[in-house]
């Protein structure tokens, strides 16, 4: 808590509000996560995501089989 309350003073208490939710929602009391949380939240900060032909997801595709192998099973 004392790195909430010295990273309030310097950021606001509304964002380490908000940062202290999603590490209570997510389970992420670590070292240093609380600052983790706050820089990714930061606004104006750089996102990228693949595009889905050059992702390394798999996706959902291999599960579309699952159910009817386990009935062909029993």
């Known amino acids: 808590m004392a ?8 950021q606001g208490s509304a964002p380490v509000d908000r940062a202290l ?3 209570a929602a997510n389970g992420r009391f670590g070292h240093r996560d609380l600052l983790s949380i706050l820089e990714s939240a930061a606004p104006g900060q750089l996102r990228r995501q693949a595009p889905e032909q050059q992702s390394l997801s798999q996706g959902a595709s291999p599960w579309a089989d699952y159910g009817s192998l386990l009935k062909e099973a029993n």
Do not use: D, F, W
């Open 3 to 10: 790195e909430a309350v010295t990273l309030a003073k310097l």
């Open 21 to 23: 939710g999603l590490a």
